[in-house]
């Protein structure tokens, strides 16, 4: 078991009231998929904010980053780095697009 | 009655505006989800401390939120609408196929008889159901598989399904609008649903025969008639008299006939009110003044409200989910632009006020009366 924190953008945190970063627990590989599916448990109104329901896709608009590179069109499935794992340092959900 | 509760979607967020009976005085709350697009609030019939909130965003997708009282908390809801089975395809633009993709709730339609039980309007056109407070919603498909669902074309501003109407007896009967395939109505509670546009014309069609196409901006239906519905299409203002077996021009002495909502009085069928607004792509008042139409007689003829409106220097709309009325004795009916005012007036629209000024731009308002 893992404690990876997770920075979300201002929207989700709102939504899911909580301080500009989160800790989840998460289980075996630390990957992309596990991580979000470790928010997702912890803060079920994220469900769907992040990734489509079915899809389990990127919404087009975020993009996701750690240690400074960007994750955004790898696989869910890669592991993160080890910074990530070790609580280091986090993952960031960012809503990338710029808009009014 | 003790008072009204006004519940208004914005652009960035949502304001609850409230007031006792006499409506002198509002104070405003808000905003409630700052940042977010609130397509519709609405409070269930029957318990109107249970309200519910269409919250949408194009980065994070739609929130659907509920309240148990009147808006001071929230809870976050579930917010998974899957089409039921094989989505297919309805038209393009282009007259292409385009896969049906679920985009955001256009209007929460709460049941007459059940707090729990909610219709959601959505985009691409979809009718869904919630019977259990908003936790799970369900569609029903006999709509969107109607026989002509793959010739729906959206509107500009998409394929939304943004108008449901309950009739206020009979459970099985509902009649819903889409733009722009128009109106649909079911007599059995949503299994199956059959056109109802009889009457509607459109110049730009090039089918004078055409059942669907029809791009219907809104709806309104006085519970004492509801064989009387009213209907503000893309150009003209037309009534029914049949349930919406057929649609007939009342259009009349309107100085635009294109608008977007339309608001029938809550306590007489024969009074019903539109705004005006310049068409194609103007969508501000004719010559400037924002005028609220009323017709006390059913569309036969039409008078304009101004006083308290803006009469000069006016470039605002009013959007098709922007028009309510409260149940007061004294009917009240309230407006919002998308200038962010919220206007209201306290006798049937001979005075109006401003009961909210530089909101974001408006996109709908809910009057609730209050027991």
Known sequence: MSSVRVVLPYHLRTLAKVGDEVRVEVDGAITQRSVLTAVERAYPMLRGTMRDHVTQLRRPFLRFFACEEDLSLDSPDTELPKAVAEGKEPYLVVGAIAGG | MSGVRVLVGTRKGAF????????????????????????????????????????????????????????????????????????????????????????????????????????????????????????????????????????????????????????????????????????????DGGASWEPANTGLTSKYMADPNATVGFCVHNLSLNPGNPERLYMQLHWNVMRSDNGADSWQLISGNLPSDFGFPVQVHAHDPETVYVVPIKSDSEHYPPDARLRVYRSRNAGKDWEALTKGLPQEHCYVNVLRDAMSADRLPSCGIYFGTTGGQVYMSPDSGDHWQAIARDLPAVLSVEAQTLP
């Open chain 2, 16 to 187: 609850i505006l409230e007031s006792d009976a006499s409506r002198d005085v509002w104070t405003v709350d808000g905003p409630l989800f700052g940042g977010w697009e609130i397509y519709h609030m609405k409070g269930s019939p029957v318990d109107p401390d249970r309200i519910y909130a269409s919250q949408s965003s194009g980065w994070f997708g739609q929130i659907i939120q509920r309240s148990n009282d009147g808006g001071k908390t929230w809870e976050t809801m579930g917010n998974e609408f899957p089409y039921e089975g094989e989505a297919g395809t309805h038209q393009w633009y282009d007259g292409t196929p385009h896969p049906w993709e679920f985009k955001r709730v256009w209007h929460l339609e709460p049941s007459l008889s059940d707090p729990d039980t909610v219709y959601a309007g959505v985009e691409d056109a979809a009718l869904f159901r919630t019977t259990d407070g908003g936790h799970t919603w369900h569609e029903l498909p006999g709509l969107r598989r109607h026989g002509s669902g793959a010739s729906w074309m959206p509107g500009a501003g998409g394929l939304g399904l943004h108008t449901i109407i309950q009739h206020p007896t009979n459970p099985k009967r509902l009649w819903i609008a889409i733009s722009a395939a128009g109106v649909f109505r079911t007599d």
